[in-house]
């Protein structure tokens, strides 16, 4: 196969004071109380050109269990909800997309349907949900279940609410609005359409109260690996964000993926595939490690330990932590991500203290420290050689370690060729190159017509 | 008793293009698809030193049926969903509240709580929540239920859920967040706090993800007029919107509600009631008149017969519209506005058409068409003479009739006394007068070591 040539993506996911579990023990990190830092982050994430700002979620208090670790927990406790401060992060910024993480599992579809349009009108058409079930334990217990949601049943519900949520986002037309003062005739009732869903989970009967945006509708996004989760995203995602670690398991990961479109009638450049990418980096090699050594120094035990729980779906404390890790129970967990986390320890052969130090800043995600040409080196590779269509970009401390990105990688890969200096067009689905989807209920009455 | 001097609260009622049905036909009006127009608005408002502005909500296209009317329908067929539009103003504004309408029947206690405790910080303590029951029977449809859900049903549900959010919003005390850089302790596990409810509607174990915000915890506002509505609010409301048209009927509200405070051991003003005010004025009383009649002319027949369908609950289309209103049944829709309309009906003798054309503006609400003096004097009685803390004041085209009651009403009240030139506070809780509240397990972790 033919290196390929064109241009990767780049989102910039936030998390509190930065990606690295330590973060917020550095005096230049942002608070996860302030607005105000996190306009600045949305700001320096536009000026730097990045297709979105990615924001996940929990809806639960993490690492409240064991209780010993809460009183060390690296942030997290509190998050903000995230299509509450992307509404905000639009006022404030204007090119770039903003994409914000809510669950299948616990969120109901018209109302999540009705926000994410909100978020996409009030921004012009920047806006993405990007899907996931949910595999954290504690949070099933803030929703009326007395105990986690199996794996399987997640999912069988997650199929049902985006078909759901993709069709009350078509309940108006394009054009549907007609606003004739003189008539009287607000809109065309032809150009309003009754979704009318009966499903084994969800009656539906729409149409949602919202017309269509400026990009159609809010991009999906997904994030699952497992085989369920691949299944999904082949057949509605638009992207998907990822952790690969190795260039092998990366390639291997997009193949399938991209192999699995053609049986839903869609094309492989319909679907971006961008894995996490946790970048540290200065002006020399030497102090992008010291940064990084800087941080690790800093990952109380306890957080380690409680990170391990919270990524593997178990608790290792009473273990010795410079043994091996022993074998890993099925959980409902996550079971795409804790089977990538322990196949690193097994891979490398970590002790827990050198699993927890690797995860503590990539939390399972491809790790990169270096220079910016050593690391747009490493982008670029993954890029050409089909791993990849982009990256969701990790800064370990935030704002500082986008700030990095900007000024040492980005000038690299411009250099090159494979990033923009300039975003394309005015909404996401443009800056990303997808397509603007045609209204399904239109799509149907053409053809009927034909 | 003695007339009460002191200073009323005025909200500013936002509503797609206007408040009269026939507002978007003005060519002045706002479009009901233009953030910027939402912002032009927030900032009049801000400029007129409101108190907040408020929004309505509903979770259904309305005047969906019958058919007909769609065509003809006035504006409302779509609605910005309130929580995103609110966290998007909060960055265009600094000083107004900002209160948002969801409801407890269609929503999930974890993720409203949430959502309104993050506008809450988002806007720096400006933010409401109106907790509605919705009403609407076409809402329902869209929500899983087969059917309307009955009154009664609706208002247990409330009482649980109001609980529950209440709880949630007080997971952490002020100050559980040390973020000591030294030690590794980010926060007080002693001030964290598991809501742990079990409920007959909701089992949320919490605690919620999100910190106080600086007026402790967003203003809870309620618009119920039944029996069931009065007592939630009495328990558990900071400001009631309500519809009374006469002094009388102002009056007799005003003190069956406040009232029935002293049984929840609550002070009368802990609780500020404002009813809805539909003010069309200008520089003469004859410029006045003219607006309003303009308006009038403006409202189609199917349209008035639709807004009587969605305000009493029956369809009257085949009746003799300059006839009688006939005999109203008993329905599961909300029984307090149902009520107040037929009343109206009853005490002028209106014909249907009649009646339509005097709820075309105010929807039920007090109607006030005059110069500024003439109107300054309606609600200065009001308000002194104990029918209201204040209004919700309702611009019959958005925003010149608000632009109307700046230039024009709120003068004469300044030059009277009872309203602000400039906010007294920085949080909604400290302009409506209302006590920043004591986190409730503090407090009894206070109680118990005494």
């Known amino acids: 196969m033919a290196?390929?040539?064109?241009?990767?993506?780049?989102?910039?996911?936030?998390?509190?004071?930065?990606?690295?579990?330590?973060?917020?023990?550095?005096?230049?990190?942002?608070?996860?109380?302030?607005?105000?830092?996190?306009?600045?982050?949305?700001?320096?994430?536009?000026?730097?050109?990045?297709?979105?700002?990615?924001?996940?979620?929990?809806?639960?208090?993490?690492?409240?269990?064991?209780?010993?670790?809460?009183?060390?927990?690296?942030?997290?406790?509190?998050?903000?909800?995230?299509?509450?401060?992307?509404?905000?992060?639009?006022?404030?910024?204007?090119?770039?997309?903003?994409?914000?993480?809510?669950?299948?599992?616990?969120?109901?579809?018209?109302?999540?349907?009705?926000?994410?349009?909100?978020?996409?009108?009030?921004?012009?058409?920047?806006?993405?949900?990007?899907?996931?079930?949910?595999?954290?334990?504690?949070?099933?217990?803030?929703?009326?279940?007395?105990?986690?949601?199996?794996?399987?049943?997640?999912?069988?519900?997650?199929?049902?609410?985006?078909?759901?949520?993709?069709?009350?986002?078509?309940?108006?037309?394009?054009?549907?609005?007609?606003?004739?003062?003189?008539?009287?005739?607000?809109?065309?009732?032809?150009?309003?359409h009754v979704l009318d869903h009966q499903g084994a989970h969800f009656r539906v009967k729409g149409p949602l109260n919202a017309p269509r945006s400026p990009q159609g509708r809010p991009v999906v996004v997904q994030a699952g690996s497992s085989e369920p989760g691949k299944e999904l995203a082949a057949r509605t995602a638009e992207v998907i964000f990822t952790a690969q670690q190795t260039l092998a398991e990366a390639q291997a990961f997009y193949a399938d993926v991209k192999g699995r479109l053609g049986k839903y009638g869609r094309a492989p450049d319909e679907l971006k595939i961008l894995p996490g990418a946790f970048i540290v980096t200065g002006a020399t090699e030497s102090e992008a490690r010291e940064k990084f050594d800087e941080l690790q120094s800093l990952v109380h035990p306890d957080v380690g330990l409680e990170l391990l729980r919270v990524q593997l779906g178990i608790d290792l404390r009473g273990y010795d932590p410079d043994g091996p890790i022993p074998d890993l129970p099925d959980?409902?967990?996550?079971?795409?991500?804790?089977?990538?986390?322990?196949?690193?320890?097994?891979?490398?052969?970590?002790?827990?203290?050198?699993?927890?130090?690797?995860?503590?800043?990539?939390?399972?995600?491809?790790?990169?420290?270096?220079?910016?040409?050593?690391?747009?080196?490493?982008?670029?590779?993954?890029?050409?050689?089909?791993?990849?269509?982009?990256?969701?970009?990790?800064?370990?401390?935030?704002?500082?370690?986008?700030?990095?990105v900007i000024d040492h990688v980005l000038p690299e890969l411009r250099r090159r060729g494979p990033f923009r200096t300039e975003y394309e067009g005015r909404t996401l689905r443009e800056n990303l190159g997808l397509k603007r989807p045609e209204n399904r209920f239109a799509a149907r009455a053409a053809v009927a017509a034909e």
Do not use: C
């Open 3 to 192: 290196k390929r040539s064109g241009q990767l993506k780049l989102n910039a996911f936030h998390y509190v004071s930065g990606h690295h579990a330590a973060a917020w023990r550095r005096p230049e990190a942002s608070a996860d109380d302030r607005i105000e830092d996190y306009v600045a982050f949305a700001r320096l994430a536009e000026e730097g050109r990045f297709d979105a700002v990615f924001l996940a979620d929990s809806v639960d208090v993490r690492l409240l269990h064991p209780e010993g670790a809460a009183r060390k927990a690296h942030t997290g406790a509190t998050l903000f909800e995230p299509l509450t401060l992307l509404s905000a992060l639009s006022a404030h910024t204007s090119r770039i997309g903003l994409i914000g993480t809510a669950s299948t599992s616990f969120s109901d579809p018209y109302n999540l349907a009705r926000q994410f349009l909100s978020l996409d009108h009030l921004s012009g058409g920047r806006g993405g949900w990007n899907l996931v079930t949910s595999n954290d334990p504690e949070a099933a217990l803030n929703f009326g279940h007395a105990r986690p949601v199996p794996h399987a049943e997640r999912y069988a519900r997650a199929e049902e609410f985006v078909d759901v949520v993709l069709g009350l986002w078509d309940s108006f037309e394009d054009g549907a609005f007609r606003r004739d003062r003189d008539s009287g005739v607000y809109f065309d009732l032809d150009k309003l």
């Open 331 to 404: 959980t409902a967990g996550g079971k795409g991500r804790q089977a990538l986390v322990a196949a690193l320890a097994r891979r490398e052969n970590l002790s827990i203290r050198e699993l927890y130090l690797r995860i503590a800043g990539a939390r399972g995600h491809w790790q990169l420290v270096g220079t910016g040409a050593q690391i747009a080196d490493q982008l670029e590779e993954r890029f050409v050689e089909y791993g990849a269509d982009g990256f969701n970009v990790m800064a370990p401390v935030i704002p500082g370690g986008l700030r990095d």
